[in-house]
């Protein structure tokens, strides 16, 4: 995926999306935004193209795709709201076919099941607990994890523990079959989408990440 020059983000707006326009910025890509509230996006960079709209809606996610190369996304469930992982994602692949995309990177919980796990009672715990506690978004991010699987993209759905936000960057752990830390950093988490982004090391796998 070394063609990667123009990054279509969602989330970016939000606490760790904006250390994801960071790390991409850093690393020389141009930035294509999708946010509710331009105004309240406070970053000035040239290299970023703001586009004001909604991911649970179609026409916003064409208007974000077009002319970019790759999709990462760190949108996060908003309290009160239709559920919004399970149709950005239907969006999102509908527009990557139109557009010719093939990497699609996006950020997930631990409660994410995959036929693959081999989760300890620590992670089988917070996973229950979610299920309890937040049924709906659970299922919905759930389905996501299914329309990825039966889509013919190249994706990439990062599962991760309790995020901690700081620049504080240690070394993680990466693993498909358990998460085997209890937090990441903001920071390690953008730095990890972007490399995972380009290198395509787990491609549609849904591996764990943490600080270790």
Same mark, same amino acid.
């Given at each position: 995926m070394k063609n990667i020059s123009k990054v279509a983000v969602l989330g970016g707006g939000g606490r760790t999306g904006k250390y994801l326009v960071s790390q991409l910025l850093e690393n020389g890509f141009s930035v294509k935004l999708l946010l509710r509230n331009p105004d309240d996006f406070t970053v000035q960079n040239s290299k970023i193209d703001i586009i004001r709209g909604d991911a649970i809606e179609e026409e916003s996610i064409s208007l974000l795709l077009k002319d970019c190369q790759a999709v990462l996304s760190t949108i996060g469930q908003r309290p009160g709201e239709p559920m919004v992982a399970s149709q950005a994602t239907k969006n999102?692949? $509908?527009?990557?076919? $139109?557009?010719?995309?093939?990497?699609?990177?996006?950020?997930?919980g631990l409660n994410i099941d995959t036929p693959h796990d081999k989760k300890s009672a620590k992670t089988i715990m917070a996973t229950e607990w979610m299920k309890t506690n937040f049924p709906e978004i659970q299922k919905d991010r759930q389905f996501t994890y299914n329309l990825l699987n039966e889509s013919n993209v190249d994706w990439t759905q990062v599962r991760v523990p309790l995020i901690v936000f700081s620049d504080e960057s240690s070394k993680i752990s990466v693993n498909l079959e358990d998460c085997l830390g209890d937090k990441i950093s903001a920071f390690d988490i953008a730095k990890f989408l972007v490399k995972e982004m380009i290198e395509s090391n787990y491609k549609r796998q849904s591996p764990f990440i943490s600080a270790i």
């Amino acid at each position: 995926m070394k063609n990667i020059s123009k990054v279509a983000v969602l989330g970016g707006g939000g606490r760790t999306g904006k250390y994801l326009v960071s790390q991409l910025l850093e690393n020389g890509f141009s930035v294509k935004l999708l946010l509710r509230n331009p105004d309240d996006f406070t970053v000035q960079n040239s290299k970023i193209d703001i586009i004001r709209g909604d991911a649970i809606e179609e026409e916003s996610i064409s208007l974000l795709l077009k002319d970019c190369q790759a999709v990462l996304s760190t949108i996060g469930q908003r309290p009160g709201e239709p559920m919004v992982a399970s149709q950005a994602t239907k969006n999102i692949l $509908n527009a990557m076919k $139109n557009c010719g995309i093939q990497r699609y990177v996006l950020l997930a919980g631990l409660n994410i099941d995959t036929p693959h796990d081999k989760k300890s009672a620590k992670t089988i715990m917070a996973t229950e607990w979610m299920k309890t506690n937040f049924p709906e978004i659970q299922k919905d991010r759930q389905f996501t994890y299914n329309l990825l699987n039966e889509s013919n993209v190249d994706w990439t759905q990062v599962r991760v523990p309790l995020i901690v936000f700081s620049d504080e960057s240690s070394k993680i752990s990466v693993n498909l079959e358990d998460c085997l830390g209890d937090k990441i950093s903001a920071f390690d988490i953008a730095k990890f989408l972007v490399k995972e982004m380009i290198e395509s090391n787990y491609k549609r796998q849904s591996p764990f990440i943490s600080a270790i």
